[in-house]
Structure formats: structure tokens, C-alpha cells
């Protein structure tokens, strides 16, 4: 079963990461959430974090672990924060399984498939070699050349973990990435549909929700609205999350 970090009591609500990331990016804002009267689920997904590593890694395979998570945990009524990758599994689970979803929030990615563009993040971590027993300097030395992003390099820094003394690793599953990178980016198969009350949020800066994705997004979620938070690009939640938890919370407030 996934690994899964659990905050309050209350209304259910699960918060999925994106690629390359971990429910421990969404410890300050699940906190907060727990706060305003939910009990929530920050989960790991397989292949990221403390979860499993599995070599059958797709959106089919990711929605189906989180059924099984609510099912295990009787989660039967849940709303759903996902970010990017994390988006695309909610989008999926919802419109897979409209009943157990009250209210569903994607945060900066659409419906629509992307190209791989995740190239140079990946060639960087590839570079790193666990060997030789880098420190953790050593490592962002290794990915300057590669991530120049300082942002970008501190996110991905935080999948260090001591595999063994003195022994480093990264907590995801690169093998398996490099192989199937392509997965990232698969659109939502047509005619999936969830009608109830949907929140798409964009980046101001970010080009992954344009407005022309807009109709395609009405496809398959008619019940939506879209927030755009000025000034921020692609981790939005991280650049401003003042802003993004007052959005959310308006949206998830009790009726």
C-alpha cells in the first residue's frame, strides 16, 4: 500500500504530489488543511518517496493504488489536491470514480498530453554516481551543471536519504523513470467525465494551462472554474502558498 503521512480529523481529503516529488512538499500546507477540520492524506506514490518501487508505472496503475489506499484507510468520500503528475492521477481517479469524489482540485496541468520535457532533470540525476559516496554537496555540485534552477535543485535534493551509513540515495525510482518518461505526459483517454465542482489553478508565468486548453477541460470536467495565481510559474504552491491555501480553502469550505 502506498506510504502516506495522515494530519486532523475531519472531512477527507487527499493530496497527491507531482513527478519526482513526495507528500513531504505538502507538510506545511497539510497542516494547514488539518487546521480548518480535515483529516488529510498526504500520499506518496509508488515509485516516489517512501512507497513502493515497481516497474509497471502508469496513470491506470497510479489511480488503481489510490483506490486501493481509500479502500484500506475507508476513505469513501474524499476531495482530491493533486499538482502536475499528482493532477493527472486525480483527474483520472475522479473521472474512474466519480462517487467517491466530492470535489477535485489540478494544480497547473490540464487534461491534455505533454510532450517529455523533463530531459535535462533527468540526464543531471543520471550523472550522480552513488558509488564513489558523494556528500550532499557533492550532489548539487554534480546537478548545477545540468538543473541551474536553485529552486529546482533543492526540491529534487530533498529525495536524498541515507540508503546505509554513508551511503546516499535517491528515494524515487530513477531506473524506472528513464524508461517510461514517456508516461509523464499521457493525456486523459476521452469521454472520462466528472461533473462535480472541479478547480483547475494555473501559474501566471506557467504555460502548462493555456487558454485554449479551456474547452478541452470543459470536456470532461463542465462542473469547473480556473484560478490564476499572478506572478508564480509551475510550483505555484510553493512560490506563493498564502495564496493557494485562501483558493483551496475557499473552494473545499463546508457548504
Same mark, same amino acid.
Given at each position: 500500500?502506498?506510504?502516506?503521512?495522515?494530519?486532523?480529523?475531519?472531512?477527507?481529503?487527499?493530496?497527491?504530489?507531482?513527478?519526482?516529488?513526495?507528500?513531504?512538499?505538502?507538510?506545511?500546507?497539510?497542516?494547514?488543511?488539518?487546521?480548518?477540520?480535515?483529516?488529510?492524506?498526504?500520499?506518496?506514490?509508488?515509485?516516489?518517496?517512501?512507497?513502493?518501487?515497481?516497474?509497471?508505472?502508469?496513470?491506470?496503475?497510479?489511480?488503481?493504488?489510490?483506490?486501493?489506499?481509500?479502500?484500506?484507510?475507508?476513505?469513501?468520500?474524499?476531495?482530491?489536491?493533486?499538482?502536475?503528475?499528482?493532477?493527472?492521477?486525480?483527474?483520472?481517479?475522479?473521472?474512474?470514480?466519480?462517487?467517491?469524489?466530492?470535489?477535485?482540485?489540478?494544480?497547473?496541468?490540464?487534461?491534455?498530453?505533454?510532450?517529455?520535457?523533463?530531459?535535462?532533470?533527468?540526464?543531471?540525476?543520471?550523472?550522480?554516481? @552513488?558509488?564513489?559516496?558523494?556528500?550532499?554537496?557533492?550532489?548539487?555540485?554534480?546537478?548545477?551543471?545540468?538543473?541551474?534552477?536553485?529552486?529546482?535543485?533543492?526540491?529534487?535534493?530533498?529525495?536524498?536519504?541515507?540508503?546505509?551509513?554513508?551511503?546516499?540515495?535517491?528515494?524515487?525510482?530513477?531506473?524506472? @523513470?528513464?524508461?517510461?518518461?514517456?508516461?509523464?505526459?499521457?493525456?486523459?483517454?476521452?469521454?472520462?467525465?466528472?461533473?462535480?465542482?472541479?478547480?483547475?489553478?494555473?501559474?501566471?508565468?506557467?504555460?502548462?494551462?493555456?487558454?485554449?486548453?479551456?474547452?478541452?477541460?470543459?470536456?470532461? @470536467?463542465?462542473?469547473?472554474?480556473?484560478?490564476?495565481?499572478?506572478?508564480?510559474?509551475?510550483?505555484?504552491?510553493?512560490?506563493?502558498?498564502?495564496?493557494?491555501?485562501?483558493?483551496?480553502?475557499?473552494?473545499?469550505?463546508?457548504?
Amino acid at each position: 500500500m502506498l506510504y502516506s503521512r495522515i494530519e486532523g480529523i475531519g472531512k477527507q481529503l487527499v493530496i497527491l504530489h507531482g513527478f519526482l516529488g513526495m507528500s513531504d512538499n505538502w507538510k506545511t500546507l497539510g497542516n494547514q488543511y488539518a487546521l480548518e477540520g480535515f483529516q488529510v492524506h498526504l500520499l506518496d506514490l509508488r515509485n516516489h518517496g517512501k512507497s513502493f518501487h515497481s516497474e509497471i508505472f502508469d496513470y491506470e496503475i497510479m489511480a488503481q493504488d489510490v483506490l486501493e489506499y481509500c479502500i484500506e484507510k475507508n476513505l469513501t468520500k474524499i476531495s482530491i489536491i493533486g499538482h502536475s503528475m499528482g493532477g493527472k492521477v486525480g483527474m483520472l481517479f475522479a473521472t474512474k470514480y466519480p462517487t467517491r469524489v466530492e470535489k477535485l482540485i489540478v494544480a497547473d496541468i490540464g487534461p491534455k498530453y505533454y510532450a517529455p520535457h523533463h530531459q535535462d532533470i533527468l540526464a543531471g540525476l543520471n550523472t550522480v554516481d @552513488f558509488y564513489t559516496k558523494p556528500t550532499r554537496a557533492t550532489v548539487e555540485e554534480t546537478l548545477v551543471h545540468y538543473i541551474p534552477d536553485f529552486g529546482t535543485r533543492q526540491f529534487l535534493l530533498k529525495n536524498l536519504y541515507w540508503k546505509e551509513p554513508n551511503q546516499l540515495d535517491f528515494r524515487f525510482n530513477l531506473v524506472v @523513470f528513464n524508461k517510461e518518461i514517456e508516461v509523464i505526459g499521457t493525456a486523459l483517454p476521452e469521454k472520462m467525465l466528472f461533473e462535480n465542482p472541479t478547480l483547475f489553478i494555473r501559474g501566471g508565468n506557467s504555460n502548462y494551462i493555456l487558454d485554449s486548453d479551456l474547452p478541452l477541460i470543459k470536456t470532461h @470536467f463542465p462542473n469547473f472554474e480556473l484560478k490564476t495565481i499572478p506572478n508564480v510559474g509551475h510550483w505555484l504552491h510553493v512560490e506563493n502558498p498564502k495564496l493557494f491555501f485562501e483558493i483551496t480553502r475557499e473552494f473545499l469550505k463546508f457548504e
